[in-house]
Structure formats: structure tokens, C-alpha cells
């Protein structure tokens, strides 16, 4: 009793001083605040605000018109019980990301290491545009759908009835056995994008003076140059270029609508962010769409999490 | 950091033989000619007259090039009833104010947030790097909802300011800020310069290869904007929007479509260009680290 009646005084001096101790901390770091401010309120206004407002109407019926209406988790127990097309989504998306993903990262890693041991310079700057060009080009992947046309004046067709190894035009974007691989190799065409490029500029940040080290430690070969050298000095591109991957690979949709139609034959290419847009804006059932924005969002928050973790063992 | 001597000296190589070179280079070669095919068959088909378009075996290369293609989007154009050059200087306008902006705010955060150890910082970013990850097509209406509130609806003010804050140019300039040595700022913070001029003048200097690639995220970004559903008034609607109306018009407007495409991937890959070497001269000036 005696202890008690001790403590709180104490505790509340305690939370005095700490508060204390925080506001002298932030006096002098005004600077610090002052830099961050239009950024910040900028962010809070059209990013975080809205995210928020979105994981909320994850709990309601809104069709956009009417008020929402509160309806707690049925949202979520609909979606996993009552929607198989959503559960096809979910699988589309995990054999999208799981093999678009990790090849895409590596790929865009490798080229860029590649790439950047091009001695010309006009060369080099030259295999940079030439892997970024898909991605640069706006909607130049619209061009895929002239290669895989279902007609005979499509390039595929036309190519391999010319060469006899058919006689009637297959129709790509409506059978599954095609139009999943055909999708793989448009979202790996394009996948040299923002990872890459950053990878580019972080790899000629290197410090030179880092690889003579190196070689006086004992660094043999090009690949250990890569692995205890380059590869550390540059963790923050990685880190860079893993988060946007993450992000991209599970928000694969414009592309495959572009090319597949949309909604796709038989849902072959739908995504979770098919489904999501096929509810948010075409049935407009934003309460609906908002859970499944907000699932995503916890998926890729654990992928992060996950990826953060293996990359802090980089060089070691 | 570095030994200054050593700095222009060529960097040291690994043991690697000519035969290594030549299957890396081959490789990037061949690759290379996959990714830039399809480019190459956009630009073809836009100059392919109609009739070579729809023609069995169909070709790769065009035959008998024509602009036919390009004065019929032109015609087109001119036939509407905003001019073009109006839609041009929107999405000209939007992109050019929209990326400096961004530029400007995205890398003074980036800098405080990654050079300042003050209380929230971590807090800060780790926000930000999660909102990156909440899909864009649910927060457009609470989004749109915000712009109405604001009164900013149909105006330039709700395609520039939003672009201003994207997480992802934010999250790169931070990465990069990251790997600026501390000592050189705190030399100039010991030489009296403010915290302002520290940004400005050290730190900025230290990451121009992720300023320009920004600049490119950004301006491909909103270069590419329709931004539709804030905009109503024709005269404030942006290039990619109305040339997207003329090709939507279906298969009879095939070579006007592929014409839209190369002239939406003409600029951006200009302005890409211009940069990289921009990032190759910086290197070979100056070096980037000490």
C-alpha cells in the first residue's frame, strides 16, 4: 500500500521528465521537422488518409451512393466462403508473383551488374534503355496482343501456320494453357523497371576505393567481388528493388486485362486486383473491394517483413 | 574516405578471362534483342499502311513505310474541339510542375529522414513504405472525396499536388541519402552552414544518379496520366486521355493506334536518354564518394 502510493507520484515524474526530455529533443531537431513538413502534410492528405478511410470501409456495405452501412467481418467471411472466384484470384496471383517475382529481381540484378561492366559509355547507356525501354514506353505492351493475336494476322499464327505446325489459328488469350506462360513472359518483359534502373544508379555509387580494399584482403574472384563488396555497399538499392517487386508482382493487372480482356476466359489471368477492380469499379461494391485491398495489403506487409530479413544476411 | 590519389586510377579487375566477356556480352546481346523486339514492332507497325497490317503471312519489318498513319492522328486531332496543342501543354505543364515538385519535397524528407536522427523518423518511414504497398484503385475514392472537399476538382491542383507525395520517389531518395557519409555533413555543419544549406549544397550533390532516375520515374509516370476522374472540363484533359479516346474507336484505327503508342514512348524515351548520360558524365567527373 505504502509502495503504491509511492510509485504513481514517482511514475508521473517520471513521464514528466520523459516528456521533458522528448520535447528538447524535438526542439532541436526543428530543422528536421521543418524539412519534412510539405512532404508530410502532402502524404497524410492523399496517401495516409485515404488508406485509412479504405482499410475502414473494409467493414461496410458501401456502394458508393448510399452512406456505408456497417456490417463488421462479413466482408472477409464472404470472401473466403463464399467467392470461389476470388479463391482462384488468390491462386493466380501466388503462381504470378511466386515465379514473376524472385526471376524478375534476380534477372534485374544480374543485368544491371552486367551491364554496368561495360567499359563504353555510349554502350553502356545504350543496354540501359534497350532492358528499360518496355517498361518507359507507356502501353507499348498492347504490342503483345498483335503478336498473340487469335487471328491469322497475328504473328504467332501467321509464322506457325506459314511453317505447317498448324492449320487453324490458336486462340491464345482463351485457353489457360496459353494464356498463363504468355502472361509469365509479358510481366518478365516488362519487369526490368524500377528495381532495375535503381540498381543502375546504385551500382556507379559504389565506392571504387572499396574493390582495392577488397583485393588487399583477398577477394579472389569476380563473384566474391560481387558478394562481400559490391553487393553490401549497395543494400539499399536491394532493399529498394525487392520492396518495389513485391509491390508490383502482387498488383499485376493493368497489362493482363490489356491483353487478356477483362474480366479474362474462364478467369484464366484474373488477380486479386482483377477481382478488387472488377468490385471496386465495375460493380461498385467499394466495402467489398476495400476488404480485399486491405488482405493484399497485409500479405505484402508479411512479404516485406519476410524479404528484410533474408537481405540483412547479404555479405555475411 | 577514399584515397584521393587512387581515384582516378582504373578500378583493378578480378581474373576474368576473354572468353567469360565474351558469353556476358552475348548474353546481354541476346536477351536484350528480346526486350527491344517488341518495341521495334510498334514503331514498324506505325508505319505500315492499313493493308499491310491485316495481311496474311504477316510481315515483322514494314514494307512500304508511310506516315499515313501519323497525318490521320493529326487530321483527327484537329478535327476536335479542343485543339491538340491544348491537351499537349496540359499534360506538359502537369508533368513538368508535378516532377519538380515531387523532386523537391520527396528528397528534403529523404534527407531529414535518413541523416537526422530525430524522435518519430523511423516511425515516419515505416508509414510511408506501407502506404506504398495499398492498392491505388480502392483509395481513389476516398481520394476523389478529398479533392471534391478541397474543391480541387477539375483543376490542375488535383493531378499535380497528389504526384507531389507518391511514396515511391520518397522511399528511392532515402535509400540513397542513407549511403551519404556522415563525416562530410558534419564538416559542414562545423563550418556553419544550416541545416537547409547542408541539404542543398552537400547532400544533394552526393545522390544526382537518383535524383535523375526520379526524375524519370516521375515524369514516365505522369506523362503517361489520364487523370479522368478528377478532370471533366475537356480544355484541362491531358494528351494520354484524348489520344486514348481516338484509338479506342476499334480495329478500323489499328495504325492510328500503333501511331498513339510511339508518339506516348517518343518523350519519355528522350528525356531517359538525356539523363543516363547526364549520370555517366557525373560519374566520370567527379567520382561520386569520397
Known sequence: MDKKTKLVPLLISYGKLRFKQLGTEMKKNRSAYLLIAPYCILFL?????????????GFTNFNVLEPPKFVGLQNYIDLFFADDIFLKAVKNTFVFAVITGPVGYFMALFIAWMINDIKNQ?????????????????????????????????????????????SQPILYFEDAAYCTPISIIVILWMSMGTGFLSFIAGLQNVDRSLYEAGYMDGVKNRFQELWYITLPAMKEQLMFG?????????????????????????????TVVS???????????????????TLL??????????????????GR | ???????????????????????????????GIFMALPIVLSVSNSLKPLEELFVFPPKFLVRNPTFDNFRDLFNLMSESWVPFTRYM????????????????????????????????????????????????????????LIMSGLGWLDTYLALVVPAMAKPLGLFLMKQFMEQIPDALLEAARIDGATEFQVFYKIAIPQVVPALLTLIIFCFQDLWNMQGATYIYSEELKTLPYALGQISAAGISRSGVTAAVTVIMMLVPIILFVACQSNIVETMASSGIKD
Not at chain 1, 500479405?299 to 533474408?310: P, R, S
Open chain 1, 45 to 57: 492528405m492523399f496517401y495516409l488518409i485515404p488508406v485509412c478511410i479504405s482499410i475502414g470501409l
Open chain 2, 1 to 31: 574516405m577514399a584515397i584521393p590519389f587512387l581515384r582516378h586510377h582504373k578500378r583493378k579487375q578480378a581474373s576474368r578471362s576473354a572468353a567469360g566477356n565474351t558469353v556476358s556480352f552475348l548474353f546481354l546481346t541476346v536477351l
Open chain 2, 89 to 144: 501543354f496540359n499534360t506538359v505543364f502537369v508533368t513538368v510542375v508535378g516532377t519538380f515538385g515531387h523532386v523537391m519535397v520527396a528528397s528534403m524528407c529523404a534527407f531529414a529522414l535518413a541523416k537526422k536522427k530525430f524522435p518519430g523518423a523511423k516511425l515516419i518511414f515505416g508509414i510511408i513504405l506501407a502506404a506504398l504497398m495499398f492498392s491505388v484503385q480502392v483509395t481513389a475514392i476516398p481520394n476523389y
Open chain 1, 122 to 166: 555510349k554502350l553502356r547507356a545504350f543496354m540501359t534503355l534497350l532492358f528499360y525501354a518496355p517498361t518507359i514506353s507507356g502501353q507499348a505492351y498492347i504490342i503483345w496482343k498483335f503478336i498473340f493475336s487469335s487471328d491469322i494476322y497475328g504473328i504467332a499464327n501467321g509464322w506457325l501456320m506459314r511453317l505447317g505446325a498448324i
Open chain 1, 275 to 293: 477481382h478488387l477492380v472488377d468490385y471496386g469499379t465495375v460493380r461498385f461494391e467499394m466495402g467489398y473491394a476495400s476488404a480485399i485491398a
Open chain 1, 297 to 314: 495489403f497485409i500479405v505484402m506487409l508479411g512479404c516485406n517483413k519476410l524479404i528484410q530479413n533474408v537481405l540483412g544476411k547479404v
Open chain 1, 242 to 270: 525487392a520492396v518495389m517487386t513485391v509491390t508490383s508482382s502482387f498488383a499485376i493487372h493493368d497489362q493482363l486485362a490489356a491483353l487478356a480482356g477483362f474480366p479474362s476466359v474462364k478467369y484464366c489471368v484474373h
